[in-house]
């Protein structure tokens, strides 16, 4: 099975570039429009004009890939632990992009408190065990830790 390829589609007035937009979509699909700000509009019409259609689509491609790698930062939330007031702990695979809504945000927090919650707020914090003679685990025992789901922490996560 081959690998589907977005597809291009560039419209706008002749004589005015900042009137030109441009949309993307994979074939037989709908195709969304990309926003661009006045300049790169324009910017895009000019190459369609002067250069052709794939120097301008490889102007939006680029302004895209650019995008993508901007937004590195992430964030989720946390939460104090009762033991130690200093530590807290966190779910690093529930987050969001620091760009994102505050409704996106409160459903972040609300997640992770509710798989906090799921064990009353117990995280397992490390494991120890003893070896037999053939290298099988013993008396395996967990440590916990108890996270107070009242004091929540914003923890900021970079990609790299």
Known sequence: MSKLKFEYNIRGYRYAPESFHIYKGLPGQKKDEISLSDEQRQKMGYLCLTEGVKSAVDYVKHIERERERKCRQYMTYGFMLKENPHEYVYCPSLRCRESDTLKTRLCILQAVREELARDKGRV????????????RPVNIRKHYATADLRRHVMVWLHVV
Do not use: N
């Open 124 to 135: 397992e914090q490390s494991v120890e065990c003893d070896l037999d003679g053939h290298y």
